[in-house]
């Protein structure tokens, strides 16, 4: 019998994952399952992307390329964090990976050693942590309260900096909150980091461009640029181009992580596909129009899922600042019973209620740290969106309170 290393023990399975393989099983068996659990877009990639893509083929671009990605796509990112985070990056300072993940769990494994700590602000997206535990860290949460916005405060982050801690791991718009934090958020932030030069910041903002109202997105380096040697700008064209399962991810950073990144790299998967890096170019460089577009699509679908929540007792929701989550407290339907005696006491019970009374997957706050939470996506159509509130609506006129 095989025997697996210790180092999975730490982990688990990711819940978001996991949660989408139940809604294809469910619906396989006959199920009429709505899951409101993808956090991709339901747009296509555009056509510009795919034709890009195929003209990558014809031209016999089908080989394997540098492992950290190819010139051409390495010099795009540079050119996409200058022109729209005004970051200066050399090609040596960026990196192209195999999805974001991978440049997180790259960046991770290459500095986190048995002992150390990562700050992780809570809500957190899951697979945070798991990758702090698989490199022999520590991940230290700070809980951000929904009545500060889902935001890290800078008196938390201080109480919670030690001599072990390398990393503050911030996400902004943040998945699952949608909280997005303001330049002058994020400079205060810095002030505290500004007093303890050991600690590097990783800045995930995969969600640039899905933010809602007037302020403007900024991203740590770019609001900080004193600590932009110690900081690690990650990015990637999953969300905002429609491209999740192109799977490429980047990154800027300083020269000498980002070098063992790629060494890293270069020992598991080496070069990210080699048609998926020509279709990000035509990503980063062609027409933006659509990014727009999509984004107030999303925010009419926002405004909607908000609506309606509002109108369900025991629900409460604030409207993301950004992503396409809405984060919602079922604290108002703990201690309620179902109709088969079991009791709602907590976010786990409720999103079990809604799959077992309604047919309608949604993800568990425990997942991302917050068990007073569910989240639900709303990147998918008006239709099954309206659909799956009038379920939510449903399961919790069942419960007796």
Not at 83 to 96: C, G, H
Not at 237 to 255: E, N
């Amino acid at each position: 019998m095989v025997k697996i290393a210790d180092r999975l023990n730490r982990i688990k399975p990711s819940p978001s994952s996991m949660a989408g393989q139940r809604v294809r099983e469910l619906r396989a068996s006959g199920r009429d399952v709505i899951g409101l659990t993808a956090g991709e877009p339901d747009f296509d990639t555009p056509e510009h992307i795919r034709e890009a893509a195929i003209r990558a083929m014809a031209e016999g671009k089908t080989r394997y390329t540098d492992v950290g990605g190819t010139v051409a796509l390495r010099e795009a990112v540079s050119r996409k964090f200058l022109r729209e985070n005004q970051l200066e990056y050399s090609s040596q300072e960026t990196i192209v990976s195999n999805g974001a993940k991978q440049v997180i769990f790259n960046a991770v494994l290459c500095t986190v050693q048995k002992g150390d700590e990562v700050i992780v602000p809570a809500p957190y997206w899951v697979s945070y942590p798991d990758i702090v535990l698989l490199a022999g860290g520590q991940p230290v949460f700070v809980d951000c309260k929904p009545e500060s916005g889902f935001k890290l405060a800078p008196e938390d982050l201080e109480r919670a900096i030690t001599p072990r801690t390398r990393w503050l791991l911030l996400n902004s718009p943040n998945n699952p909150s949608g909280a997005s934090y303001s330049r002058a958020e994020l400079v205060a932030l810095g002030e505290v980091l500004g007093r303890h030069p050991h600690v590097w910041v990783m800045t995930d903002d995969i969600y640039e461009h899905l933010t809602y109202g007037s302020e403007p997105f900024a991203t740590f380096a770019q609001a900080v640029p004193s600590l932009k040697e110690r900081t690690l700008t990650i990015n990637g064209v999953s969300k905002a181009y429609a491209m999740t399962g192109w799977r490429i991810g980047f990154a800027g950073g300083p020269a000498p992580l980002v070098k063992a990144m790629v060494k890293l790299q270069s020992q598991s998967t080496s070069g990210a596909n080699s048609i998926a890096q020509a279709a990000a170019i035509a990503a980063l460089d062609g027409p933006q129009d659509f990014v727009h577009a999509n984004r107030e699509v999303f925010e009419q679908r926002r405004n909607a899922v908000i609506s309606a929540l509002s109108e369900v007792e025991g629900i409460e929701c604030v409207a993301p600042e950004g992503a396409f989550y809405v984060f919602a407290s079922c604290t108002g339907l703990f201690g309620a019973r179902r109709p088969d005696g079991g009791v709602i006491q907590n976010s786990d019970d409720w999103v079990d209620w809604l799959l077992t009374s309604q047919n309608l997957a949604v993800l568990q706050g425990s997942a991302y740290g917050v068990n007073s939470h569910f989240r639900l996506s709303f990147a998918t159509d008006m239709e099954t969106l309206k659909d799956g509130c009038r379920r939510i609506s449903a399961a919790a006129s069942l419960l007796v309170r």
